[in-house]
């Protein structure tokens, strides 16, 4: 049974820093690219970046570009996503998923949930002005 979880969310005041975690179970970790998505009340889920299997490519949606870094531990089956100078308008609910599809750099692949079959139920971070 595969299980992705994650945490590290909470409550950050604008321009401070969150780190989120996902660990997935249950799954040859290093076979997955990994993507997190973000989603709040009455829109659709957005992808904000993703990683390939070994960490070779990365995408990251245009407004996180420079302030977000996504890594991976393939050892720990982990998935990062370093999130800096945060802004209000990103609180929302984030969440981790996985995807059997291989991506190349900066690949729109990651940018809809779609694709992705496994999900986490998400980690709620909250950014205050």
């Known amino acids: 049974q595969v299980q992705v979880v994650e945490s590290g969310g909470g409550l950050v005041q604008a321009g401070g820093s969150l780190r989120l975690s996902c660990t997935a179970s249950g799954l040859t970790f290093e076979h997955y690219t990994m993507g997190w998505f973000r989603q709040t009340p009455g829109k659709e889920r957005e992808g904000v970046s993703c990683?390939?299997?070994?960490?070779?490519?990365?995408y990251y949606e245009d407004s996180a570009k420079g302030r977000f870094t996504i890594s991976r531990d393939n050892a720990e089956n982990t998935v990062f996503l370093q999130m800096n100078s945060l802004k209000p308008e990103e609180t929302a609910m984030y969440y981790c998923?996985?995807?059997?599809?291989?991506?190349?750099?900066?690949?729109?692949?990651?940018?809809?949930?779609?694709?992705?079959?496994?999900w986490g139920q998400g980690t709620q971070v909250t950014v205050s002005s």
């Open positions: 990683i390939s299997r070994f960490g070779t490519f990365s």
């Open positions: 998923a996985a995807s059997t599809r291989r991506i190349s750099d900066n690949d729109p692949f990651c940018a809809t949930p779609s694709g992705f079959g496994y």
